[in-house]
Structure formats: C-alpha cells, structure tokens
C-alpha cells in the first residue's frame, strides 16, 4: 500500500484550547493536498477562533449543534461520508465525552457516527494529561480503536512546561495519512526503549570546512515519531538534520562525527531494545585536520591532497557489542543501507550483501543519489530479513516507509 495520494474527506473536529489556532495550519495542510475539510468545532472552540476563519479555509459552513442543516440529517451525514475524522487539539473534557459515548453537539455525534479512522490529538496541561482519568479515558478509546496521538512536550500556556503540548499541524497530517494509506498505529511498545540514529556526519577538514553528505534526517526521525506514538521511550542520536520538528515526547542527543556517533550510540544502546541505524555515516575522515582555515593558493603540501582514513563501523560494532552482552541480548538492531547500482550489481544485491557483513537483524535497503532518497519526504526500497525474501516498499511518504519498517521489527520482537 502507497502513501495517500487521492482525495479524501477529511473532518477536522478542533475543541476549546489555546492550541485551537493551529487547526487552521492542518486544515490547509489537508487542503493544499487535494483534500475535502470540514470543519467541526465544539462551541467552546469558537472562544478561541471565529467561525469564518474556519469557513474561509476550508470552504465548508461551520456548525457546532445537531440543530443545524436537520433537513440534510447533518449529524449523521457528516461523520458517514468522512474518510478520516482527525480532532486536534481534543481538550481533557471532550476525550472524557467521547469515552462515555455522549453525542451532545455535532462533534461528538459526529464521532459516535464515523466508521473511518478517528486520530484524536490531545492538548492540555501535564497534570491534566496524567490524571487517572484522562488516562483511563485514553485507554478506553484505544481500546475502541481509535488512535490518540502521544502529545509532544515542550512549553503549554504560561511559564509551565511539560507533556501535554499539541505536535505541530504538519505531523499531524502525516500521521493521519499513514493511517489512511493502511497502517495504522498501535500502542503495544509501551515501556520499550528505542534508539534512533538520524541524519549525516560531518568530518572536519578545518574550523570552517567538513565532508559531509545530503542526508536529511528525515527518515529517521520519522521511524522515532512512529516508535514514540507506538508508546516508546525513545531517543534519537541526530548528527547534521534539516529543521525538523522533534517526534512527540523523543529526547534527542547531538552528535557531529562518526566517531562521536559510535560513542554516543554505544551509550545510548546498552539498555533498549531497538537499535536503528539510520544515521548516514560518513565511511572516511580526512586523515589530517588543519588548525586554521586553509587559504586558496597558500594551503601546504600536507594538504593540497585530501588524506582519508576508514571510520569505526558503528553498525558492526554494535552487533558485536550484543555478541560480548554489552547490548540486550534480545535487542533488535536494524541497519540502513544507502546503495547505487553499477554495471556489476543492482543496489539490492550490494545491499543483500551488505546485510550479510554487518549481522544485523533487519536491514533497510534504498537506492540513493542526486534528488532520490537523501532530502527527499518520500523513500522506497527494500526490507531484508534472514530467511526471507526481500520486502518490496513501495514509494511512500517516510513515515509510511517507517511504519513499514517498525512492524518488521514488531513481528521480530513477538517471535
């Protein structure tokens, strides 16, 4: 299945928070894609944005009561022509009417109506967000199967500062349509840690220079924004990344080389039971680095010749770290292959290769090079396994490509 590219009636369902004005970025986000919105406010939203904000972006009128449009059965028509019902931001008391099944305004009836995937993004204080029963009530309405997004943490209304923050329109959007494309997301990795690799390395020439690669980061944040939304603790080891924003609840370490990647890693693994390496790591370092900025025509002979040097394979050495029980022994550890085909070989048969000298359990193979892959917001590839045929991945948004590859893992983790 392939990332969603066809039109969908969407139903954007916002209730009364601060964190309503960021509704109005999804409802674009959702239009600027081809899609059909409907807006369904609670009538507290409307304290916070008007309902010709609403109207003017999606193109839709905006109602919040069952009384409105009685002759078209507006309560009920509007959840069963819906392809997804999303409500962000859902506040602590319309999560609690949802868990006890009320239909008391066109929101709610709405819900209770829809037989499509239904992703509630919570937004409220982390007291509230803790409380028993907000918890209890999450619970229920998971257990229903509907999706409540994991909320990010970070700066909420006034000085205090914790979980409980709306994730930001665009990832938002993103996992509505990995939903929509068929994988939906299920919270069974709750208290598991996951560690996650991002980005490029970069190798200093000088103070001012390095070698580097295009990698985005990307990919790998979007497997920890899957991980954290499957309930993971999960930390990312990010060397050189695009601006990106950081997956609900994932705590993030900076690296720049691969040597301090290799470290940072080795630390960061001695507990968790997922690796992914989806770093793209820098093979070689200059074997020599100057001390002040290299001057055109001035540079000396040590230097007029790049010198390169092999760096420490961090994806071997972790599986050889679980050989010598540094690691779990029950850690799955994944690895990325970023390949190009040649007059020899496909990119999947160095990648096959490549997956037999590493030893790592699941391997992600894609093929790069200028605009494919390394930058890009789509990914394809293969996924290797031992013992079983390559697993196609079709071209897909990364965060379909990452539920993918997380439910490889998942099957690995039950077995």
Same mark, same amino acid.
């Given at each position: 299945?392939?990332?969603?590219?066809?039109?969908?009636? !969407?139903?954007?369902?916002?209730?009364?928070?601060?964190?309503?004005?960021?509704? *109005?970025?999804?409802?674009?986000?959702?239009?600027? +894609?081809?899609?059909?919105?409907?807006?369904?406010?609670?009538?507290?939203?409307?304290?916070?944005?008007?309902?010709?904000?609403?109207?003017?972006?999606?193109?839709?009128?905006?109602?919040?009561?069952?009384?409105?449009?009685?002759?078209?059965?507006?309560?009920?028509?509007?959840?069963?022509?819906?392809?997804?019902?999303?409500?962000?931001?859902?506040?602590?008391?319309?999560?609690?009417?949802? +868990?006890?099944?009320?239909?008391?305004?066109?929101? /709610?009836?709405?819900?209770?109506?829809?037989? *499509?995937?239904?992703?509630?993004?919570? +937004?409220?204080?982390?007291?509230?967000?803790?409380?028993?029963?907000?918890?209890?009530?999450?619970?229920?309405?998971?257990?229903?199967?509907?999706?409540?997004?994991?909320?990010?943490?970070?700066?909420?209304?006034?000085?205090?500062?914790?979980?409980?923050?709306?994730?930001?329109?665009?990832?938002?959007?993103? !996992?509505?349509?990995?939903?929509?494309?068929?994988?939906?997301?299920?919270?069974?990795?709750?208290?598991?840690?996951?560690?996650?690799?991002?980005?490029?390395?970069?190798?200093?020439?000088?103070?001012?220079?390095?070698?580097?690669?295009?990698?985005?980061?990307?990919?790998?944040?979007?497997?920890?924004?899957?991980?954290?939304?499957?309930?993971?603790?999960? /930390? !990312?080891?990010?060397?050189?990344?695009?601006?990106?924003?950081?997956?609900?609840?994932?705590?993030?370490?900076? !690296?720049?080389?691969?040597?301090?990647?290799?470290?940072?890693?080795?630390?960061? +693994?001695?507990?968790?039971?997922?690796?992914?390496?989806?770093?793209?790591?820098?093979?070689?370092?200059?074997?020599?680095?100057?001390?002040?900025?290299?001057?055109?025509?001035?540079?000396?002979?040590?230097?007029?010749?790049?010198?390169?040097?092999?760096?420490?394979?961090?994806?071997?050495?972790?599986?050889?770290?679980?050989?010598?029980?540094?690691?779990?022994?029950?850690?799955?550890?994944?690895?990325?292959?970023?390949? /190009?085909?040649?007059?020899?070989?496909?990119?999947?048969?160095?990648?096959?290769?490549?997956?037999?000298?590493?030893?790592?359990?699941?391997?992600?193979?894609?093929?790069?090079?200028?605009?494919?892959?390394?930058?890009?917001?789509?990914?394809?590839?293969?996924?290797?396994?031992?013992?079983?045929?390559?697993?196609?991945?079709?071209?897909?948004?990364?965060?379909?490509?990452?539920?993918?590859?997380?439910?490889?893992?998942?099957?690995?983790?039950?077995?």
């Amino acid at each position: 299945m392939t990332e969603l590219d066809t039109s969908r009636n !969407i139903v954007v369902g916002v209730a009364g928070g601060i964190a309503a004005y960021k509704a *109005c970025h999804l409802v674009r986000n959702f239009k600027e +894609a081809g899609d059909d919105v409907r807006v369904v406010p609670t009538e507290n939203a409307l304290n916070f944005v008007g309902a010709a904000t609403f109207e003017a972006l999606s193109g839709h009128p905006v109602s919040t009561t069952v009384f409105d449009a009685v002759d078209e059965v507006q309560h009920v028509n509007v959840g069963q022509h819906a392809d997804a019902v999303v409500i962000a931001p859902a506040t602590a008391d319309l999560i609690a009417r949802l +868990a006890t099944g009320r239909a008391d305004d066109l929101l /709610t009836a709405t819900v209770l109506v829809a037989t *499509c995937p239904v992703i509630i993004a919570p +937004a409220m204080h982390t007291e509230m967000w803790l409380n028993p029963a907000t918890q209890d009530n999450v619970a229920t309405l998971r257990r229903r199967g509907m999706t409540v997004i994991e909320p990010a943490h970070g700066r909420l209304t006034g000085a205090d500062s914790g979980p409980g923050r709306l994730p930001e329109p665009d990832q938002i959007a993103e !996992i509505v349509r990995t939903e929509l494309a068929g994988y939906r997301v299920e919270h069974r990795w709750k208290g598991k840690k996951v560690v996650i690799s991002a980005g490029g390395t970069r190798e200093e020439l000088d103070p001012v220079r390095y070698l580097g690669n295009r990698s985005s980061g990307r990919q790998g944040f979007a497997l920890a924004e899957w991980a954290c939304q499957m309930g993971a603790d999960v /930390t !990312i080891v990010a060397g050189n990344t695009a601006p990106l924003p950081v997956p609900s609840g994932a705590k993030v370490r900076s !690296i720049i080389s691969t040597r301090e990647l290799e470290r940072a890693m080795r630390e960061e +693994a001695r507990d968790a039971d997922v690796v992914i390496m989806a770093a793209a790591v820098s093979d070689f370092r200059p074997a020599e680095v100057a001390e002040s900025k290299m001057k055109k025509g001035l540079a000396d002979d040590a230097l007029s010749t790049l010198h390169l040097v092999e760096n420490p394979d961090v994806l071997k050495g972790l599986v050889a770290a679980r050989a010598r029980a540094e690691l779990p022994a029950e850690c799955v550890i994944v690895g990325f292959a970023a390949e /190009t085909g040649d007059a020899d070989k496909s990119a999947l048969e160095y990648a096959q290769e490549k997956f037999a000298r590493k030893g790592c359990d699941v391997l992600m193979a894609n093929e790069v090079g200028r605009d494919k892959t390394f930058g890009q917001k789509s990914n394809e590839g293969w996924i290797l396994g031992s013992g079983v045929e390559p697993q196609r991945v079709e071209h897909g948004s990364k965060q379909v490509v990452a539920a993918q590859i997380l439910a490889a893992v998942n099957q690995m983790l039950r077995e």
